[in-house]
């Protein structure tokens, strides 16, 4: 298919593609989502769609994912880049200012519903539609999550025995963590290891990076023994890092989620993001997040056309 026009920046309407790519990649969206209640087309349904993020890199390649996908269908669209938090951007689609943004499946279910319990991705994404505000929806979620994960070099498998949080627990009192300082208080972080499996580190090492460099470097210069890193972060296959697995399901599914609100979408924009989270894997988000962070610094919207691109958009 002919590649579609390069998206527009902040808060710039993007004009509707022809006809024909319209009516073309129309006939090959899918049916109406019955996770969005009245999330489909409706008499209220904007004419053009702005598509908010918030403010990290991974969640405005996700942004230009949305908006090139829409795009491709007819819908014109505007962006409005790095809302900042949840609360803010909730707030903000809830609102009308934006449309739809992409989220992350387990954290947007607990901060609709503090008390839930759900952890797997099927009960989460069940949940979820119940517990939102009155008036907002999500549509379908994609393969593609990022969620934290405990990892170790090599070295440190290797030395004590380590495949799985259940293998560290055996050892904990004798590792260091590293891990944002929001770990310290979360559910499902020291509180989570210990209630979960017995774990309690020999002490915590606090670094306020997101699981970033400092992060990463404090694992590989043996300050820390374990590190928390989100599962999309291109350094824990380029260094080779051991993720530990989680059979008691700690860390609950973080699939990647468009939040909307009930009716605010054509149709048309709803078949397309349906589509394009069909499409959308963990891998994926590897390599975009590489592309755009790592050394090659490529601009988070020419990433997402180049994935689009390649997808049949």
């Given at each position: 298919m002919t590649a579609f026009a390069p998206l527009r920046r902040r808060r710039s309407a993007a004009p509707a593609l022809g006809a024909a790519l319209a009516l073309g990649l129309t006939a090959c969206g899918g049916g109406g989502d019955?996770?969005?209640?009245?999330?489909?087309?409706?008499?209220?349904?904007?004419?053009?769609?702005?598509?908010?993020?918030?403010?990290?890199?991974e969640n405005?390649?996700?942004?230009?994912?949305?908006?090139?996908?829409?795009?491709?269908?007819?819908v014109e669209v505007e962006t409005d880049l790095a809302i900042g938090s949840r609360e803010a951007y909730v707030g903000a689609v809830r609102d009308g200012?934006?449309?739809?943004?992409?989220?992350y499946s387990g954290n947007l279910l607990l901060f609709a519903d503090p008390e839930a319990t759900a952890s797997s991705a099927e009960e989460i994404m069940d949940a979820l539609p119940g517990a939102l505000p009155e008036g907002l929806a999500v549509l379908e979620p994609a393969e593609a999550q990022n969620k934290d994960t405990l990892v170790v070099t090599p070295e440190t498998a290797e030395q004590f025995g380590l495949t799985s949080i259940a293998d560290m627990a055996e050892v904990c009192d004798r590792l260091v963590l590293a891990a944002t300082p929001e770990f310290a208080e979360r559910a499902y972080g020291l509180q989570g290891l210990e209630e979960n499996y017995g774990c309690v580190p020999a002490s915590f090492e606090p670094i306020n990076d997101g699981g970033g460099p400092l992060t990463l470097q404090a694992l590989l210069d043996g300050d820390a023994d374990v590190a928390d890193i989100f599962s999309t972060t291109p350094s824990i296959a380029d260094n080779d890092l051991v993720v530990l697995e989680d059979p008691e399901n700690?860390?609950?599914?973080?699939?990647?989620?468009?939040?909307?609100?009930?009716g605010r979408l054509p149709q048309e924009a709803v078949d397309a993001l349906n589509e394009l989270s069909g499409k959308l894997s963990t891998e994926d988000l590897v390599e975009l997040n590489r592309r755009v962070s790592g050394e090659e610094q490529?601009?988070?919207a020419d990433a997402a056309q180049e994935w689009l691109s390649a997808n049949g958009y």
């Open positions: 019955p996770l969005a209640g009245e999330g489909g087309a409706s008499a209220s349904a904007v004419q053009t769609v702005t598509v908010g993020s918030a403010d990290f890199p405005e390649i996700l942004a230009h994912l949305y908006a090139g996908a829409i795009e491709s269908v007819g200012a934006v449309d739809v943004i992409p989220d700690n860390f609950i599914a973080q699939q990647v989620v468009p939040l909307t609100a009930d490529v601009n988070a």
